[in-house]
């Protein structure tokens, strides 16, 4: 199934409703879509990582090049990164080239060893490699604790290659270039740009329809400089976001940017009220009251900016 033009660049919000298992028939969330010609994503909940969606909560993508496949997210256990192979294998007989981890989380690194036992070269951010060396071991714990008997043949391992700034593969029809724009969601953040197509897989600086998570590293005035000075700048007519289906830029623009500059202006008025951290949990967030997560996160969200924002 490929979706049609007027979807990808469609204004309106979409809301997605979670379920159980889209795809029942493969530990995947959801089958792979063509978003455009030869690149793939299959679409995961926009919920919190859970047994029912075995950890498929971010958006898992491939590109086939006509000399081989570029898998952007090894998965959230090494059976969720078995089953993406099938899939792959159902759509071409091209090898797996390449393996891209989008940041050190667990849903894009913890598949890791399957893709290693194929013999497939696993690049990250040094950043995001950092991350996983250090806390890969409690990622993995904690994915065991809800994965339960599908968390089975996953072990920690890291990326077998690392870069800073840029990773250029010139594979078949395609130019693809891993980007480290700077600060953003999560240590090592990086988006895989296709400059051909235009099209952004843009991993976890940009998300749509869930509410994103404000983590303890998550500095909020870092990634808006980030997005201004360098996500603006590819001009991308396509973006498959981190979390929520493909889409365009208004659409991440509004729930991403728009979403951080609201929360900040919403605290930044709160502190100069004089307000404190208990009261800062509860500033009005009932724009963005209908995404998904925001039940699980908005509070949060305003606690960590609040912290944040006070010693700016």
């Known amino acids: ?11 309106s919000a979409y809301a997605s409703e979670d379920i159980a298992d889209k795809y029942p028939a493969s530990l995947l ?24 969606n075995a950890g498929h909560n971010n958006n898992l993508s491939f590109i ?51 893709w290693a036992e194929q013999g497939v070269p696993i690049v990250a951010h040094v950043d995001a490699a950092t991350e996983v060396a250090d806390y890969g071991g409690s990622i993995l714990e904690g994915m065991k604790r809800y994965n339960r008997d599908r968390a089975e043949g996953t072990t920690l391992q890291g990326p077998t290659e690392t870069f800073e700034d840029t990773y250029v593969v010139e594979m078949g029809a395609f130019r693809i270039e891993a980007r480290y724009l700077g600060p953003a969601h999560s240590p090592g953040d990086i988006v895989v740009w296709l400059p051909d197509q235009r099209l952004v897989i843009s991993g976890d600086m940009a998300f749509h329809e869930r509410m994103l998570p404000i983590f303890e590293h998550t500095y909020t005035a870092d990634w808006l400089d980030t ?3 360098a996500f603006e700048a590819l ?26 500059e609201y929360l900040r202006t919403q605290i930044g008025a709160h502190i100069d009220a004089g307000g404190g951290l208990a009261e800062a949990y ?24 609040f912290e944040q924002m006070e010693f700016e």
């Open 235 to 260: 001009e991308a007519t396509y973006v498959i976001p981190g979390h929520g289906h493909p889409t365009n830029m208004d659409q991440v623009r509004r729930y991403t940017k728009g979403y951080l």
């Open 282 to 305: 509860y500033v009005d967030q009932s724009p963005y009251a209908h995404l998904d997560t925001f039940e699980e996160l908005a509070t949060k969200n305003a606690g960590r900016v």
């Open 1 to 11: 199934m490929r979706w049609t033009l007027p979807f990808l660049l469609a204004t």
């Open 227 to 229: 997005w201004d000075n």
């Open 29 to 52: 969330y959801d089958k792979p879509v063509e978003v455009i010609p030869g690149v793939f994503s299959a679409i995961g909940a926009t919920a919190p990582p859970t047994y029912e």
């Open 64 to 114: 086939v090049t006509g000399d081989g496949v570029v898998v952007i997210n090894a998965g959230a256990a090494y059976g969720l990164a078995a089953a993406l192979h099938d899939e792959i294998k159902a759509i071409t007989d091209q090898p797996v080239k390449l393996v891209f981890n989008e940041n050190g989380q667990g849903h894009a690194m913890l598949g890791n060893n399957y």
